[in-house]
């Protein structure tokens, strides 16, 4: 990948342009009055725990999906309904520029890269849509007001589902097709952008979900060990809350080194919202038990710095080999309730898979 690639914007890399984000907000039907009537909808929701409401209305509606409630399982709950929760307070802020385009084309990608389906994503905005609405029609002084405001919401709902048609179906067959088949890939195969974590620089979630599922074919068919490692980041000891700002630089950071630990054909992968998982072929438990102390000694050698402040951090680790009748969820499956075990310990540990020792 270029360094001239690898600055680009999104909208760059995805020949998104004015044009385009005109078009949007044309088939959108946004208009300048419409940027107006952003803070009166703002306002409306900030008053009592209307957001607090529309935030758990939303999530339990997704948890009643099994495809969502899935992908939720591996994040902290707690964590994304604070990120939904300061969404909503800014909903439509900067409506129309190349900035709001930018956040919205980086969170339909980063949903794609966590293996969420375009019908379930665009689905999610009819949700929201309907709760936000429900709140305005209760709370709103005046019929015109009430109006104006669904409007609002509607179309706004309806931008966003827009853009991710179109994140959709400018980086699924990219995705589905540069997902290395060979046993051994170069990290620099994962590269491409629409195939990392926007955040970290780390593979996406799809990709590396994608990769183990062809390593277990690898090992099946060659008779190689295959092992993998799930880090999470621990919370961080220092006197300084990470506020959610903060929280990115601290993970990209944490990728950078554990992408230090692996050979150049491992792959390192953003797991959750927190949690990394490191893909290891053609390697046995106890190099992967080597590999963690590497992991935990560089984690630990030095503070990560935010904006000028030392913030010492530290993760839990859990460890698994496959066995011959593992799948993806099995695999998985027992690393993480290695992850668990460590996390018990209260952290900043290592564990392998109880039930897994007790086959051997």
């Known amino acids: 990948m270029s360094s001239d690639l690898a600055k680009a914007s999104l909208s760059e890399r995805f020949g998104f342009d004015a044009d385009w984000r005109e078009r949007q907000l044309n088939l959108a039907g946004l208009t300048v009055i419409d940027s107006e009537a952003v803070q009166a909808l703002q306002d409306l929701l900030g008053q009592g725990r209307r957001i607090d409401s529309v935030v758990e209305q939303f999530y339990q509606r997704l948890e009643a999906c099994p495809e969502a409630a899935n992908i939720l399982a591996s994040f902290e ?4 309904k604070d990120l939904q929760a300061g969404f909503l307070r800014t909903l439509g802020d900067g409506l129309g520029n190349a900035g709001f385009f930018e956040a919205r084309i980086s969170l339909a990608l980063r949903h794609l890269q966590l293996g969420v389906s375009a019908a379930v994503y665009m689905a999610a905005f009819g949700y929201l849509q309907s709760l936000l609405n429900d709140q305005i029609i209760q709370a709103a002084k005046g019929k015109k007001l009430s109006r104006n405001l669904v409007a609002l919401v509607s179309k706004l709902a309806l931008l966003d589902t827009l853009i991710a048609h179109d994140v959709y179906a400018r980086a699924l067959p990219e995705t589905g097709q540069r997902v290395p088949q060979q046993s051994r890939p170069s990290f620099e195969t994962y590269s491409d952008p629409l195939q ?3 955040s970290t620089g780390a593979a996406g979630r799809l990709t590396l979900l994608k990769a183990v599922d062809n390593a277990l074919t690898t090992a099946r068919r060659t008779g190689q060990p295959l092992s993998l490692v799930m880090v999470v980041l621990d919370s961080p000891r220092t006197k300084v809350e990470i506020s959610t ?11 950078t080194r554990l992408k230090a630990c692996v050979r150049g054909f491992d792959l390192v992968g953003r797991y959750g919202a927190l949690s990394f998982l490191l893909l290891l072929e053609n390697t046995s438990l106890h190099t992967c038990h ?3 102390e590497r992991v935990w000694r560089r984690i630990r050698e030095k503070p990560v710095m935010i904006d000028g402040t030392e913030i010492r951090i530290t993760v839990s680790q859990g460890l698994t080999d496959a066995l011959s009748q593992d799948d993806q969820a099995s695999l998985l499956l027992r690393c993480q309730r290695a992850l668990e075990q460590a996390r018990a310990t209260g952290g900043d540990s290592i564990c392998e898979d109880i039930g897994l020792v007790a086959r051997r």
Do not use: F, G, S, Y
């Not at 709950?77 to 994304?80: F, K, Y």
């Not at 903060?246 to 950071?253: A, N, S, T």
């Open 290 to 292: 080597q590999v963690a």
């Open 77 to 80: 709950t707690d964590r994304l």
């Open 196 to 198: 990392l974590d926007v």
């Open 245 to 255: 700002v903060e929280v990115e630089p601290v993970l990209r950071e944490v990728a």
